[in-house]
Structures are given as structure tokens and as C-alpha cells.
């Protein structure tokens, strides 16, 4: 039931940022099946899909940090990078997999559930910016460069040319 259209939808996003969750989100939340669409507004109290999607930024935590990010060598093959994801249980494709098994859950409380499917919204946008999927050379993306006159993380120059 949850493995609705975000994946799909949001590897077209260039930029990410609040702007870029909430995008992905709206996207997604466009093409849900009817009944999916009723589940999702009741697990969120009849918010939209876009007002949540930066929720797991705006909580981050020591414990939820990884979930938003994995660290690979780069050039793996297609078996080289499924053995490197599976390795850890906390990056951000396990964490997916978490919060999907939590809002299918039927003994967690609404408020469990609600939490779950806002780390699910966001992380799935996450899945797919470049570069929350990297080495772990630069960081996540939140190394500084110097680009132009100033200094900047990868991250936000990505943003910049894109």
C-alpha cells in the first residue's frame, strides 16, 4: 500500500531544500490511488503530504542524523552496492524500509504511525538527491568548497547551479 509514487517522482527533482521536499511530496500525493490517499490524510490529521515533507529535517536528532544519508565507495558494481547497503541497518534506505514497516503496523498508535509516514515522505526525497548518496569523502554534501568569493557546503553550490 505504502510504496506509493514518491520514489518514482521525485528522481526528477533537481534541487533539494525545503522547496524540493515539498515538491516531491506534492507530486506524489497527486498520484495516489483514492484509497491510499485517504489512508495517508488520516495517519497525518488531514495535512498535506507537502506540509510534512521537511518535518524530519526540522526533528533531526542523533539518532535519526543517518537515516538521511548513505556513504558508498564510488564505482560499485550492482552486487557491490547491495551487499554496502545492507551492511548497515541506519542509512537512509534502511530507514526507509523502518518507517514503512511502521505505518503498515497495525500496534502502533496514530501518533507512531504519523511520525513513521513523515520520516517516510522525506526520506524518500532524500533517497534521491546526489548528494545524500555519496562518498563519504564529502561529507554528504556538507563539505566546504570556495565557489566564487565565498566559501559554501557542495550541498548548497549543487542548489546554485542547478
Not at 505505518?103 to 522525506?122: F, M, R, W
Request: with cysteine.
Amino acid at each position: 500500500m505504502f510504496n506509493f509514487c514518491l520514489i518514482g517522482f521525485s528522481a526528477a527533482l533537481i534541487s533539494w531544500g525545503f522547496k524540493g521536499h515539498r515538491t516531491v511530496a506534492t507530486i506524489a500525493q497527486k498520484h495516489l490511488r483514492s484509497n491510499t490517499a485517504y489512508v495517508v490524510s488520516a495517519y497525518l490529521n488531514g495535512e498535506r503530504m507537502a506540509d510534512v515533507a521537511t518535518w524530519a529535517d526540522e526533528n533531526r536528532n542523533k539518532t535519526t542524523a543517518p537515516w538521511h544519508f548513505l556513504n558508498l565507495p564510488v564505482g560499485l558494481t550492482h552486487e557491490a552496492f547491495v551487499k554496502a547497503v545492507g551492511e548497515s541497518d541506519n542509512n537512509v534506505y534502511s530507514a526507509i524500509l523502518k518507517t514503512e514497516a511502521s505505518v503498515k503496523d497495525k500496534s502502533l498508535t496514530p501518533d507512531q504511525k504519523n511520525e513513521a509516514l513523515k520520516y517516510l515522505i522525506h526520506l524518500v526525497g532524500d533517497a534521491h538527491q546526489p548528494m545524500h548518496i555519496s562518498r563519504k569523502e564529502d561529507k554528504g554534501g556538507n563539505i566546504l568548497y570556495r565557489f566564487v568569493s565565498t566559501t559554501k557546503e557542495l550541498c548548497t553550490v549543487f542548489g546554485i547551479v542547478s
